[in-house]
């Protein structure tokens, strides 16, 4: 990958493809992305910016506190760095909220959003998920980082770890040490950014971008809920279900995912704009 310095820190990013361009924000899982490059219906289209964020594989790792606001300055910044001026984005789990805010602090940037099962806090059953992950909390303050990213992963994904690990090492090679390596700065950085953040109607109220909001029809109640927020309070939002998979839908089905973006995308074009 190639690196760039903005924002008082450097990146590591990699730009794939031609067309119009899309910018791709991860999730705990870097390069979660990768998947979706080999589905024609949406990589023979498109130029894709995908990058690693501050904290993750070889970009700066900096102290917390780092805000969903800092990391989305972070992605503004990249793109001016690379001369891409209206762009779409795309964004999953922490990386959707990423995707939000950027849309919110610099709408001259984004033409269109896609957000895969963004992660939304504030909603009620997330209480309920983050109690179950409390042994993965526990876990990680004693030490134990791969102990703490299985809980943590089957929680969320509601795959058991040795699916989860099968399901992530045979689309990203390498993924699942990589998610262990990046441990301090999941717990210890991302999820106190994603616990302060807030997002509700005056937020929501402000997205005037098309928006493509995307879940699995197996998932974590927290993003039905999400995704029924999303339905009630954003002013221009589609809806689509990607049948029989939970959180890690682009990984363990991409082709669905890849032909909607692809639609919504071919639907909402910035040379049309």
């Not at 606001?69 to 779409?88: C, P």
């Not at 197996?218 to 959180?247: F, K, M």
């Amino acid at each position: 990958m190639e690196r760039a310095q903005v924002n008082g820190v450097e990146l590591e990013y990699e730009i794939r493809g031609s067309g119009e361009p899309v910018l791709l924000i991860d999730m705990i899982v870097a390069d979660c992305f990768v998947p979706l490059f080999s589905e024609p219906a949406l990589a023979d289209r498109y130029q894709f910016i995908r990058y690693h964020k501050r904290g993750w594989v070889g970009s700066t790792h900096t102290l917390p506190p780092v805000s969903i606001a800092d990391h989305a300055e972070d992605a503004a910044a990249l793109l001016e760095h690379l001369g891409f001026g209206l762009t779409h984005v795309v964004g999953q789990s922490s990386g959707g909220a990423i995707a939000l805010q950027l849309a919110l602090d610099r709408p001259e940037m984004v033409h269109t959003l896609v957000l895969l099962e963004p992660t939304i806090l504030s909603v009620p059953s997330a209480h309920i998920l983050l109690q179950k992950a409390g042994p993965a909390f526990d876990a990680y303050a004693a030490g134990d980082h791969e102990t703490a990213l299985s809980i943590f992963m089957s929680v969320v994904t509601l795959l058991d770890w040795n699916t989860c690990k099968t399901v992530l090492d045979a689309r990203i090679p390498g993924a699942v040490a990589q998610v262990i390596k990046d441990a301090d700065t999941f717990f210890g950085i991302e999820v106190p950014s994603l616990t302060e953040w807030a997002f509700g109607a005056e937020q929501a109220a402000a997205i005037n971008q098309p928006v493509l909001s995307v879940r699995g029809t197996e998932t974590d109640p927290l993003w039905v809920e999400v995704a029924a927020l999303l339905r009630s309070q954003l002013p221009n939002v589609e809806d689509c279900e990607i049948e029989g998979v939970g959180h890690l839908l682009h990984i363990q089905r991409p082709e669905p995912v890849a032909q909607a973006t692809t639609r919504f995308l071919g639907d909402h074009a910035i040379s049309a704009g």
